[in-house]
């Protein structure tokens, strides 16, 4: 079946440094990727919408010069944490959507900010 | 706009006893998609089920059954004789007919013990 990659599995950083998250379709093309957060204990979140090639839709609330999303090929989606801070730890998830609707999710990065 | 309920947050039985999960749901969408997933301590979301608005049979799937009523917006899961490998947060999630994201609920947190 459909396998969506996600990298890293888990990132510790310093409080004030930037970190990329990965999410790559691997056997199919996904013209649409979500973002979700999840914290502790909580319910999956959406933060994003993402189409190849054109800018992310943001959920109200997130700061969009804070998560930076690049959809740049059809294959790959990135979440960049800009000068994240210990508030920003969390469980970050991608998914991806097939052209048949379905979809699959990423196994997920756990980021630590100390 | 959507909203998937969860009442139980956590939920604790013996093996071989039986559990239901329950899930209530909103929307003003006639189409729509409702899904089970399982979140096991390792993070990564295993897909369980979808059922599309226009399908209101039963299924069941080995231990696994969902009853789905749309008279009562309910889309509940059964687990019979548990296992203590059924231990995980379980979400429910609803698909409006456009797009592909997900809203999810809180999760119920199954614990099956021996």
């Known amino acids: 079946g459909a396998v969506v990659s996600q990298h890293p599995s888990w990132v510790i950083c310093k409080s004030g440094t930037s970190v990329k998250i990965e999410c790559r379709s691997l056997?199919?093309?996904?013209?649409?990727m979500f973002w979700y957060r999840q914290f502790p204990k909580q319910s999956l979140m959406l933060m994003a919408t993402s189409n190849e090639g054109s800018k992310a839709t943001y959920e109200q609330g997130v700061e969009k010069d804070k998560f930076l999303i690049n959809h740049a090929s059809l294959t790959l989606s990135t979440l960049t944490v800009t000068s994240a801070h210990p508030e920003d730890s969390s469980f970050y998830i991608c998914?991806?959507?097939?052209?048949?609707?379905?979809?699959?999710f990423g196994s997920g990065t756990q980021l630590s900010v100390l | 706009a959507q909203k998937v309920t969860q009442a139980q947050t956590e939920i604790s039985v013996v093996e071989k006893e039986d559990v239901t999960l329950d899930c209530v749901y909103e929307?003003?969408?006639?189409?729509?998609?409702l899904f089970w997933y399982k979140q096991p301590p390792s993070g990564e979301l295993v897909f369980l089920i979808r059922?599309?608005?226009?399908?209101?049979q039963n299924e069941i799937s080995g231990r696994y059954s969902w009853n789905f009523q749309k008279s009562t917006s309910s889309f509940n899961f059964t687990i019979t004789a548990s296992q203590v490998v059924d231990s995980a947060v379980y979400f429910c999630?609803?698909?409006?007919?456009?797009?592909?994201?997900?809203?999810f609920g809180k999760g119920t947190s199954l614990l099956v013990t021996p």
């Open positions: 999630a609803l698909r409006g007919y456009s797009g592909y994201a997900l809203n």
């Open positions: 929307t003003r969408d006639t189409t729509y998609y």
């Open positions: 056997d199919f093309q996904a013209t649409t």
């Open positions: 998914s991806a959507a097939t052209g048949n609707e379905k979809l699959f």
């Open positions: 059922r599309n608005s226009f399908d209101e």
